[in-house]
């Protein structure tokens, strides 16, 4: 069997099955961590807020719907990122699910100490009735929340929202994937 455990095929006898060693201690690698989950295919959104009259942003793909009663959205944010005390201090925030053709975005978004002033521009946006926060219109889905909780996740904090409003911005849009740290497309 090759020691690359994304390669390795599991026996065919289901109890013969054991975890890579890496994966059965504590001194799990990070790299690996990285990869492994990096094939959970996600979609990517940018996440957008309003704090002092200026606008920040932040790319995400740790998004995921959380309730339905009540209505909860959770996105994890980095505590080391510029965007992480900001969403906490705004309160209120918007989400856009990105289609293909905000690839360019995506990464705009994601670049460390770019400069606030005018950085929506170029990007056509509206602004969401509930929270004043920008919601791109090249988005499959838009929605906008109000901060519920906020839990330790260790170098991340899981922000909860409740959602206020919903929208779907771009209705003939097709979805941005990322799946092991690459931009996909829908086939
Ligand atoms: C596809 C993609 C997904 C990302 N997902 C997240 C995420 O879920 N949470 C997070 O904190 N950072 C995520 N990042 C990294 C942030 O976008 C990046 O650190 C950003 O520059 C932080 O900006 P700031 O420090 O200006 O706030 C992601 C980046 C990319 C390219």
Redesign the pocket.
């Known amino acids: 069997m090759t020691s690359d455990p994304l390669r390795a095929r599991p026996p065919a006898d289901p109890r013969l099955r054991t975890p890579p060693a890496a994966a059965a201690g504590r001194d799990v690698d990070p790299a690996l961590y990285r990869q492994v989950v990096g094939r959970f295919a996600t979609g ?1 959104a940018i996440v957008t807020a309003v704090r002092d009259g200026t606008d ?1 942003a ?6 995921t719907s959380v309730s339905l009663d009540p209505l909860l959205v959770l ?4 505590k ?5 005390d ?1 969403v906490l201090d705004a309160g209120e925030w918007a989400v856009s699910v990105l289609t293909e053709d905000m690839r360019d975005a ?2 705009w ?6 400069t606030l002033d005018g950085q929506l521009e170029g990007w056509e946006h509206t602004r969401g009735p509930a929270t004043g926060a920008a919601v791109f219109s090249r988005a499959v889905a838009a929605l906008e929340c109000r901060t519920h909780a906020v839990h330790d996740g260790g170098d ?1 904090s899981i922000v909860v929202g409740e959602v206020l409003g919903l929208d779907v911005p771009d209705p003939d849009g097709r979805p941005l994937l ?1 799946y092991e740290g690459a ?1 996909r497309t829908l086939a």
């Open positions: 990517v920040h932040m790319t995400v793909n740790a998004f996105v994890c944010v980095e080391a990122a510029r965007f992480h900001v995506s990464q978004f994601a670049t460390r100490g770019r991340h990322y931009y």
